[in-house]
T-cell receptor, first 113, second 118 residues
């Protein structure tokens, strides 16, 4: 069964600083990987996804993520964080259609002015 | 573009009452999923439907039931509510056929329905 770990429960960065959120997955086959963002009291918004091909994927809001099969990782990055990026970030691993997602525990991002 | 619509957005119930949450998927999406997210928790999969038939089942309590109707909207029925049922309930939809080329499943989530049980 697939599983996802996000080692960092809470990260605080200053506005304008770079950001990297870690995600490690466990899955027996080629994973389909996703990052979702959840603002307080809001739904889950898809930031980016990886299916195959180029291991560096670009998403919305200036985010990118790199798939590293050797490390079973799919870390999320942003070169310069904005105050509006403060939210909860969930990494998820999906599978073939018809099967559900598995979410990681989430990383809460706080941004200092 | 149309998104996944959930209603109500907020619901307050007392213990042992019943509650019904509704989900309207993106038009032409054929699969609906329900997730439960407790305070400070990650979303946990409850149940999914494909073409109005139950597709997959997760950690849905026996007190809960769900169905998908002919217009593809779905309802999650919760009975004998307990304090621990207080959570944010997400519905998501996807179009399985469209993702057939990649084989992957991309879920679009609604804003959620917040249930508070007093």
């Amino acid at each position: 069964a697939q599983s996802v770990t996000q080692p960092d429960i809470h990260i605080t960065v200053s506005e304008g600083a770079s950001l990297e959120l870690r995600c490690n997955y466990s899955y027996g086959a080629t994973p389909y990987l996703f990052w979702y963002v959840q603002s307080p009291g809001q739904g889950l918004q898809l930031l980016l996804k990886y299916f195959s091909g180029d291991t560096l994927v670009q998403g919305i809001k200036g985010f990118e993520a790199e798939f590293k099969r050797s490390q079973s990782s799919f870390n999320l990055r942003k070169p310069s964080v904005h105050w509006s990026d403060a939210a909860e970030y969930f990494c998820a691993v999906g599978a073939l259609y018809g099967q559900n997602f598995v979410f990681g525990p989430g990383t809460r991002l706080s941004v200092l002015p | 573009a149309a998104g996944v619509i959930q209603s109500p957005r907020h619901l307050i119930k007392e213990k042992r009452e019943t509650a019904t949450l509704k989900c309207y998927p993106i038009p032409r999406h054929d699969t609906v999923y329900w997730y439960q997210q407790g305070p400070g928790q990650d979303p946990q999969f409850l149940i999914s439907f494909y073409e109005k038939m139950q597709s997959d089942k997760g950690s849905i309590p026996d007190r809960f039931s769900a169905q998908q109707f002919s217009d593809y909207h779905s309802e999650l029925n919760m009975s004998s509510l307990e304090l621990g049922d207080s959570a944010l309930y997400f519905c998501a939809s996807s179009l399985r056929k469209r993702e057939a080329d990649s084989g992957a499943n991309v879920l679009t989530f609604g804003a959620g329905s917040r249930l508070t049980v007093l």
